[in-house]
């Protein structure tokens, strides 16, 4: 009698498969930081959120939009950006703009 099941798939080494591990959160920042560069023009300055969802990652970052002197007066957006599992951007979009020097109404 002649067994006609498959074997299972076996990968070899020339497979590409996913990471075995998430990405580590600096790996994400980077990612996110030069994607929403590329897409905007825009370098982000810093980050003042950062946390995991149920679809991925989100991330707050403040970029400056328009440059001037004094520094002070330059024009700063909020930019909420958020990321796939893997550190894919999948979306971004301004949430506020102020002037540098512009601290929070209370």
């Given at each position: 009698m002649t067994d006609t099941s498959e074997a299972p798939h076996e990968p070899d080494k020339t497979d590409k498969e996913a990471p075995d591990r998430d990405p580590a959160p600096l790996e994400l920042l980077r990612a996110a930081r030069d994607q929403l560069a590329e897409l905007t023009g825009m370098r982000p300055e810093t980050v003042s959120r950062f946390e995991r969802t149920e679809s991925g990652w989100v991330?707050?970052?403040?970029v400056v939009e328009i440059t001037r002197v004094p520094e002070t007066m330059s024009i700063v957006a909020l930019y909420e950006v958020t990321l796939g599992l893997d550190g894919t951007?999948?979306?971004?979009?301004?949430?506020?703009?102020y002037e540098r020097g512009r601290a929070d109404r209370r």
């Amino acid at each position: 009698m002649t067994d006609t099941s498959e074997a299972p798939h076996e990968p070899d080494k020339t497979d590409k498969e996913a990471p075995d591990r998430d990405p580590a959160p600096l790996e994400l920042l980077r990612a996110a930081r030069d994607q929403l560069a590329e897409l905007t023009g825009m370098r982000p300055e810093t980050v003042s959120r950062f946390e995991r969802t149920e679809s991925g990652w989100v991330l707050e970052a403040e970029v400056v939009e328009i440059t001037r002197v004094p520094e002070t007066m330059s024009i700063v957006a909020l930019y909420e950006v958020t990321l796939g599992l893997d550190g894919t951007l999948t979306g971004y979009r301004r949430l506020r703009r102020y002037e540098r020097g512009r601290a929070d109404r209370r």
